[in-house]
T-cell receptor
Framework: SQTIHQWPATLVQPVGSPLSLECTVEGTSNPNLYWYRQAAGRGLQLLFYSVGIGQISSEVPQNLSASRPQDRQFILSSKKLLLSDSGFYLC???????????FGPGTRLTVL | SQQGEEDPQALSIQEGENATMNCSYKTSINNLQWYRQNSGRGLVHLILIRSNEREKHSGRLRVTLDTSKKSSSLLITASRAADTASYFCATAPTGGFKTIFGAGTRLFVKA
């Protein structure tokens, strides 16, 4: 069966520090991968998605970047965090024509 | 406004009552999905309805889709305290890889 891992679960970082969040998927090949951010009590904002290794589509201009160095690995990064980068970051994968998404447990990022 | 708008934003009911949440969207879709999120957790897929379907059932869940009105509803029958969560609709626009999520409905079921 397929599983999706995200780490760390929580992270507190100072403004201006770098960021690296990792997401890995097991049990499937060539998934579509997604990074979302969720503000407290709000919906999901799509940040990036990838349909293959090295292929990244960015949805909103921002302080973040994404990379997909391997088929089942998706990384969210920043060189210098801003206060506004705080939030709950969710990684998801999808396969098949329905685009049904399967989510990781999320990372709660607090930038101070 | 973002595709996939749910209403109400929040709903509080007694255990045993039915809960109905609505979703509207703007563009042509391949399917519409409903997800559930417990506080501080990832989303869990509940049910998917394709654009050529009008109604679908799964246990205590009933979903309807009206493509002419670009709207969907999620009915949870005989609610339980454990149903307390946020519920999101999400649309898969035609010809794309993205799934667009709404802002969600927060459901609170009182025991």
């Amino acid at each position: 069966s397929q599983t999706i891992h995200q780490w760390p679960a929580t992270l507190v970082q100072p403004v201006g520090s770098p960021l690296s969040l990792e997401c890995t998927v097991e049990g499937t090949s060539n998934p579509n991968l997604y990074w979302y951010r969720q503000a407290a009590g709000r919906g999901l904002q799509l940040l990036f998605y990838s349909v293959g290794i090295g292929q990244i589509s960015s949805e909103v201009p921002q302080n973040l970047s994404a990379s997909r160095p391997q088929d089942r690995q998706f990384i969210l990064s920043s060189k210098k965090l801003l206060l506004s980068d705080s939030g709950f970051y969710l990684c998801a994968w999808a396969g098949g024509s329905n685009n049904e998404q399967f989510f990781g447990p999320g990372t709660r990022l607090t930038v101070l | 406004s973002q595709q996939g708008e749910e209403d109400p934003q929040a709903l509080s009911i007694q255990e045993g009552e039915n809960a109905t949440m609505n979703c509207s969207y703007k563009t042509s879709i391949n399917n519409l999905q409903w997800y559930r999120q417990n506080s501080g957790r990832g989303l869990v897929h509940l049910i998917l309805i394709r654009s050529n379907e009008r109604e679908k059932h799964s246990g205590r869940l009933r979903v309807t889709l009206d493509t002419s009105k670009k709207s969907s509803s999620l009915l949870i029958t005989a609610s339980r305290a454990a149903d307390t969560a946020s519920y999101f609709c999400a649309t898969a626009p035609t010809g794309g890889f993205k799934t667009i999520f709404g802002a969600g409905t927060r459901l609170f079921v009182k025991a």
